[in-house]
């Protein structure tokens, strides 16, 4: 198991609309959360046809264990069903020297955008310089964190 190691950003409605027009591809997510530990936090998602299940390392942070295994839609859509909440958002992939994820958040999230940028490394997470139009940096700010967001809706603030 690798970590996962990324950093997010908080943009403006501005801010995203510029970033989103730059986007190549986009995907439709829907994802909610089974458990949610001390520690861990299992999460199930679908991600246009594919689906996974995913355990998280419940850390503060860029960098955080992260497991994810293929499932079958179907059992998808049913584990689905046994969340009570849910989060529903549009990731626009925009291509640089490095891939942007930017998250457009909708129903009860709607008006949130925020920006991803994984990397390989921590070193390589240290010295990336984020460009202004990234918006401000809330990697170490739980309140952006998905799970969060789930059971605290942005439009809530």
Known sequence: M???IERKFLLTSEQALALKAEATHKKELKQG???EGEHVILRVRISDQNAYLTIKEKVKGSSRLEFET?????DAEKLLDL???QIKKTRHLIKRDYLIELDEFHAANEGLWLAE???DSIEESNSFISPVELGKEVTDDY???NSYLVDHPYTGW
Do not use: D
């Not at 293929?70 to 179907?74: I, Q, W, Y």
């Open 33 to 35: 959360y089974l458990a």
């Open 70 to 74: 293929p499932v079958e839609l179907s």
């Open 2 to 4: 690798k970590p996962e």
């Open 83 to 85: 969340c009570s909440n």
């Open 143 to 145: 309140r952006y964190y």
């Open 117 to 119: 940028i994984e990397f």
